[in-house]
């Protein structure tokens, strides 16, 4: 199968489903955390499956590719930093925490590999 779209990445669904439930899960946190915590997980998760997208645009320049896969493993990892601290803080059931950072390693999982040999996802002239 051709993966035309970095939609059709499960990796990008997954990233993008990462944001969805953060974003919803944040709506309740408390208003006094809402720049320093709540934007900062939408902000992180979001820009995960952002970057794919533009990691995925840059395909036909191996470096860029790799650049913002890069950025999406940091972004990943800042949300999973960023949602330790909301559980810890109680803003985050223990259940709420473990779906979200399950999928914030499910994602790093699959960046790895692209990572470590973006050849298959590269444009060839």
Same mark, same amino acid.
């Given at each position: 199968?051709?993966?035309?779209?970095?939609?059709? &990445?499960?990796?990008?669904? +997954?990233?993008?489903?990462? *944001?969805? +439930?953060? !974003?919803?899960?944040?709506?309740? !946190?408390?208003?006094?955390?809402?720049?320093?915590?709540?934007?900062q997980i939408r902000r992180s998760s979001r820009s995960i499956h952002l /970057?794919?997208?533009?990691?995925?645009?840059?395909?036909?320049?191996? *470096?860029?590719?790799?650049?913002?896969?890069?950025?999406?493993?940091?972004?990943? /990892?800042?949300?999973?930093?960023?949602?330790? !601290? *909301?559980?810890?803080?109680?803003?985050?059931?223990? +259940?709420?925490?473990?779906?979200?950072? /399950? &999928?914030?390693?499910?994602?790093?999982?699959? &960046?790895?590999?692209?990572?470590? /040999?973006?050849?298959?996802?590269?444009?060839?002239?």
């Open positions: 199968m051709v993966i035309r779209l970095a939609e059709e &990445l499960i990796v990008y669904e +997954k990233a993008y489903q990462l *944001a969805k +439930k953060s !974003f919803i899960l944040t709506k309740r !946190f408390p208003r006094d955390v809402a720049f320093a915590l709540t934007s /970057n794919l997208r533009e990691a995925w645009a840059k395909r036909r320049y191996p *470096a860029h590719f790799s650049g913002k896969l890069t950025d999406c493993d940091g972004e990943a /990892n800042e949300t999973d930093t960023s949602l330790d !601290f *909301a559980k810890g803080c109680g803003y985050l059931t223990i +259940k709420e925490h473990t779906e979200l950072t /399950n &999928l914030c390693g499910e994602v790093g999982r699959m &960046l790895g590999p692209m990572l470590r /040999n973006p050849r298959p996802f590269l444009i060839s002239d």
